[in-house]
């Protein structure tokens, strides 16, 4: 039997300090206030500090969480040594070789629920004495907390009218189809967007505002398939999870990162949108798909709040709209929050890629793919 420590003394604390209040009972003198997280979170980051030993299996455990993401300092790998991350059952496990430490630090990806197990393996045939620090790690954010984040910039038009993904399988099967292409994105350990597969090479898009800078997309989890299994709710499938890798191109104004991902034979086989380069007009039906709240992929295809005689299904309201820029974007009334920036925005005429939603308001606005097209179109025909 392996030797085992328990780092749940760790949590301790900060779930004491999580405890979300929604009323105080009868009598009480007192109320706690409840926890305001940031808008853009998805996740509260922890310190650990712990020294790993190798063959010492270390448990890291947090009551409630959604994942537990661990990162390490301090790394030294030989060539056949490695750190593995794994959930208790075994059901989710990632291995770490000396490739993926970037300057002494590692990065894990989640592992879903509250615990995770850490493990060191030396292999004193190579030389080197392997060593680790857990620095920290962190706990996703149960659905009580998830709730009491701060307002967010995207907007609700009406009544919320998105539908988990799951929902439009049989009854739309080309919306459902391309929602396949669309991932949830952890940046930095504990705030959250939207991607998606641009392309039929390793490029993956997203709002400048997310991410911008290779070492951004090196702390960047991109997970595939993080969808409720029927479409009322409840159990979510398990996701594909790769790492980012570099940044390509990307543009403050219109507000879009084009990025690759490291293993991208794990994601090879999922399918790609294609950008659509012409000017869209007005009228012209659309829909979303992307993880509003960071939550399970959903697809956004009508709005209570269009005007009455349309079907209610979203259209493009203003074709010139101002973003960052003027005349940048394209406005609808298709519901979004907070995560959703990066979302797809398709056109219900041909499928493809119209714009990269970006900003709330209602209208909420995506910026124009006619202009970002041109700047990243030799990045999707070549391998650079």
């Not at 003027?326 to 009334?333: E, G, K, Q, V």
């Not at 398709?346 to 939603?357: P, W, Y």
Request: net charge negative; hydrophobic share 40%.
């Amino acid at each position: 039997m392996r030797a085992l420590q328990t780092l749940a003394g760790l949590a301790a604390g900060a779930v004491a300090a999580a405890v979300v209040l929604v009323g105080a009972p009868p009598g009480a003198s007192a109320v706690t206030a409840a926890p305001q997280y940031r808008a853009d979170q998805i996740a509260q980051i922890e310190a650990a500090d712990v020294r790993l030993e190798a063959g010492l299996a270390h448990t890291v455990t947090h009551p409630g969480a959604a994942f537990i993401k661990a990162r390490f300092d301090g790394v030294v790998l030989g060539a056949d040594d490695a750190i593995t991350v794994a959930s208790p059952d075994g059901g989710e496990s990632y291995r770490y070789g000396p490739a993926d430490v970037d300057d002494g630090g590692l990065r894990a990806l989640s592992i879903e629920g509250e615990t995770a197990e850490v493990l060191l393996h030396d292999d004193p045939g190579d030389g080197v004495a392997a060593s680790a620090r857990l620095a920290s790690y962190s706990r996703g954010l149960n659905d009580a907390e998830l709730a009491s984040r701060a307002g967010g910039p995207e907007s609700v038009c009406g009544r919320d009218d998105s539908l988990n993904a799951v929902c439009y399988r049989e009854t739309d099967p080309v919306a459902w189809g391309a929602s396949r292409s669309v991932a949830r994105i952890i940046v930095g350990d504990d705030s959250y967007c939207t991607a998606w597969i641009a392309g039929d090479a390793n490029r993956l898009m997203t709002n400048n505002h997310c991410l911008d800078t290779d070492a951004e997309a090196r702390a960047t989890e991109v997970q595939f398939g993080y969808e409720c299994i029927v479409c009322a709710g409840g159990p979510v499938r398990m996701p594909i999870k790769v790492s980012g890798e570099t940044v390509l191109a990307t543009n403050r104004t219109l507000d879009f990162t084009l990025f690759t991902v490291a293993d991208h034979a794990r994601i090879a086989h999922l399918p790609h949108l294609e950008l659509d380069p012409r000017r869209v007009a007005e009228g012209e039906k659309v829909f979303l798909a992307g993880h509003p709240g960071g939550r399970p992929l959903r697809i956004t295809a009508a709005s209570d709040a269009e005007p009455n005689g349309t079907g209610r299904h979203c259209q493009i309201l203003d074709s010139a709209a101002d973003g960052r820029g003027w005349n940048t974007d394209l406005a609808y009334l298709c519901d979004s929050q907070g995560g959703s920036s990066g979302s797809p925005v398709l056109s219900r005429t041909t499928g493809t890629v119209v714009g990269l939603h970006h900003f709330g308001g209602c209208p909420n606005s995506a910026v124009r793919m006619d202009l970002i097209h041109p700047l990243i179109a030799p990045y999707l025909e070549y391998d650079f």
